[in-house]
């Protein structure tokens, strides 16, 4: 077996170029390869301990590089950040279903409810108003009412010959020269006064003026045979027995 060359051989010089052979270990021990080239007669599975010779060269496998380290600028980014969102345009989000009530809309609810409670007292005010200035006249105003009925009841009584409403609106000497009538010698009275239209007729009641218990009226009246004249002539009344009457009759 010859001798490999190497850099202890004598008389010639190493290469420089040239990589040295690759040198392989024998096992120390023949016992120990003895032991593994043995068979197992007994199947059993056997475990040496790992020996620094059983490879044949040792290999170094390199760590693979492992990434810069990043370093963060905390400052400079939270910069960017409020750079950015200062410079976001707004967004409108719109407002959910159950969401309460701006504070804006309740204070304006809350001036409609002011306005109207104020002008509901301002109607409330002038409809007492009202009441207080019209509650001295509607009792005049009713009297009058009364006072023009009467009138014209008379009037109609006087035309007809009802002795017996004639009797109950007068009074004083008006009512007891009716009273002085019996139905007989009214009834004759009556027909000669129908046939020669000699009774007077109430054209309107003009004007009336109440004064507690008594009251005049001016009216225009005109003949019944003479309709064409007319001439304003005034009743006096007084309320009597619940009701007015007349005490005083034109021509009476």
């Given at each position: 077996m010859s001798n490999p060359t190497?850099?202890?051989?004598?008389?010639?010089?190493?290469?420089?170029?040239?990589?040295?052979?690759?040198?392989?270990?024998?096992?120390?021990?023949?016992?120990?390869?003895?032991?593994?080239?043995?068979?197992?007669?007994?199947?059993?599975?056997?475990?040496?301990?790992?020996?620094?010779?059983?490879?044949?060269?040792?290999?170094?496998?390199?760590?693979?590089?492992?990434?810069?380290?990043?370093?963060?600028?905390?400052?400079?980014?939270?910069?960017?950040?409020?750079?950015?969102?200062?410079?976001?345009a707004p967004q409108k989000i719109p407002p959910r279903a159950d969401a309460p009530k701006p504070p804006g809309k309740k204070r304006s609810w809350g001036w409609v409810i002011a306005i109207v409670l104020v002008i509901a007292a301002l109607a409330a005010v002038a409809v007492l108003g009202t009441i207080l200035l019209t509650r001295g006249s509607s009792p005049a105003a009713s009297q009058e009412d009364k006072v023009r009925s009467t009138i014209q009841d008379f009037d109609v009584a006087v035309q007809n010959g009802d002795l017996a409403t004639l009797r109950s609106i007068t009074c004083g000497t008006t009512r007891d020269s009716y009273v002085g009538y019996n139905d007989k010698s009214w009834?004759?009275?009556?027909?000669?006064?129908?046939?020669?239209?000699?009774?007077?007729?109430?054209?309107?009641?003009?004007?009336?003026?109440?004064?507690?218990?008594?009251?005049?009226?001016?009216?225009?009246?005109?003949?019944?045979?003479?309709?064409?004249?007319?001439?304003?002539?005034?009743?006096?009344?007084?309320?009597?027995?619940?009701?007015?009457?007349?005490?005083?009759?034109?021509?009476?």
């Open positions: 190497g850099p202890d051989r004598s008389g010639e010089p190493a290469e420089p170029d040239q990589e040295p052979a690759t040198e392989v270990f024998a096992p120390a021990d023949p016992t120990d390869s003895a032991e593994q080239d043995a068979p197992n007669p007994a199947g059993e599975r056997r475990f040496t301990a790992p020996s620094g010779f059983d490879a044949g060269s040792t290999q170094i496998i390199n760590r693979p590089p492992e990434p810069a380290t990043e370093v963060f600028d905390t400052g400079a980014q939270a910069d960017t950040e409020v750079f950015t969102a200062q410079s976001a009834e004759q009275t009556h027909s000669r006064v129908a046939a020669a239209k000699q009774y007077p007729v109430v054209a309107s009641v003009d004007q009336i003026v109440v004064n507690d218990d008594h009251a005049e009226a001016n009216v225009t009246t005109f003949m019944a045979y003479a309709p064409q004249t007319r001439s304003t002539r005034s009743f006096d009344l007084h309320y009597q027995d619940d009701q007015w009457k007349i005490c005083q009759a034109p021509g009476s």
